[in-house]
């Protein structure tokens, strides 16, 4: 719900989850420069916005408690998107989570945080073909019932994936849409 609103990114490195098709593989590994806080915040005072997205990668799998405090101390609203496979304390610091859980393609031994739920301002699961629409209904049935937006994405904005699920009649309560980043080649 966040789509069109001016943002600056952060990209964090390093996840293991392992999605079959993520699109960020570079992120997986971290490499080996150290990142300022207070450097990124002062990009991100030069961009003029007011929000910041924190991305990954993983975000989650990262000590961003320092960096939080410190955009909050200088005004930003912050987003984070994850896939809710980790938890962190410092998400009481965010003004809005994207949790786009990522179960069904997760490597063995990475489980989603259920916890995380308690945070969630949009739930995001992306699809890649029927019976994934039917697991994510079922398991956020109760999970998430108190979030106000839940949308199916179509992986990597598959047309056959959006007319599955243009067709269902039992997803009026979710939304579907596609990364309009991709569509208008954006990065
Ligand atoms: Fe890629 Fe996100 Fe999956 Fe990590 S959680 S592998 S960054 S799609």
Redesign the pocket.
Known sequence: MMAGTKMYFVRTQG?????H?????Y??TKDQQTTDEMDIVNRAKKSGVKWVCI????PLEQDLALLTVYLKANGFKIQIE??G?FYQSYLKRVDWITV?P?NL??RKGVEFSRAIMDHCNELKC?VTKNEDVDFYIDYFKNLGSDVDYKIFQPVDNSPEIASILLKREDIDDWRVRCQEQKILNLR
């Open positions: 996840c293991s989850v392992g999605c098709f993520c699109d960020t593989k992120t997986w991305t990954g990668g993983e994850t896939s496979m786009s990522k393609f997760a992306v």
